[in-house]
């Protein structure tokens, strides 16, 4: 069972570059979810696509673009990295609703430099 | 907005003794609350989740946590900790479709 897969699992960019974080889920899912974790934060909510087609704003939308390319894949881009986004990325699906588990990947370290 | 505030960012116990991880809740409508584990460059994983009915809900691997609405929490306990059970643990409230996580207590055993 893969579950939820990320890809790349460890990238290195200088300020600047762009990157895309792709996300893919086998479950069937209606919404896919990106966070951010940074020590002593706990996980942050970036972007949500709670069906297929639709796209939310998180807590710390800022320097992020999503697209929910179809009900499987949910990829997350960096236009101009900086520093500030050094963090671990986590993609996350549910069935959707408000007791809707959802089901991690194992993360993206991606360093800034 | 709801939130969920965790106490103590890192608790250490020693093997066989009880673990007692705190987390209360901010909410003006009846919470769904959920205990998340994350063990060292994993994801995370559920370790249970309150909806509605029986306060007290057990989890995987001996956890269980009890949702008290008098004092807005929602602390994750287990009888007899086991060094397997060193990890990061999140508290979570659903607000409106998507989780929003505390600020995450490690947990450290102690042979």
């Known amino acids: 069972n893969a579950g939820v897969t990320q890809t790349p699992k460890f ?18 899912h209606n919404s896919m979810y990106w966070y951010r974790q940074d ?8 972007y949500y696509s709670a069906s297929e087609g639709t796209t939310d ?35 996350a699906s549910s ?14 370290r991606l360093t800034v430099l | ?10 608790v250490s116990v020693s093997e066989g003794a009880l673990v007692l991880l705190r987390c209360n809740y901010s909410s003006s409508v009846p919470p769904y609350l959920f205990w998340y584990v994350q063990y060292p460059n994993q994801g995370l994983q559920l370790l249970l989740k309150y909806t509605t009915g029986a ?6 691997n001996g956890f269980e946590a009890e949702f008290k609405k008098s004092e807005t929490s929602f602390h994750l306990t287990k009888p007899s900790a086991h060094m397997s059970d060193a990890a990061e643990y999140f508290c979570a409230v659903n607000q409106g479709g998507k989780l929003i996580f505390g600020q995450g207590t490690e947990l450290s055993v102690k042979p």
């Open chain 1, 39 to 46: 020590p002593g934060m706990g996980l942050r909510l970036i």
């Open chain 1, 57 to 91: 704003k998180g807590e710390v939308p800022n320097g992020y673009n999503v697209s929910r390319l179809n009900k499987r894949e949910f990829s997350l881009r960096l236009e101009s990295a900086a520093p500030s986004q050094t963090s671990v990325y986590f993609c």
């Open chain 1, 11 to 28: 990238q290195v960019l200088k300020t600047g570059q762009s990157m895309t974080l792709q996300c893919a889920q086998d479950m069937n």
């Open chain 2, 55 to 60: 306060t007290l809900v057990k989890g995987i």
């Open chain 2, 1 to 10: 907005a709801q939130s969920v505030t965790q106490l103590g960012s890192h």
């Open chain 1, 95 to 108: 069935f959707g609703g408000v007791t809707g588990e959802l089901f991690f990947g194992e993360g993206s």
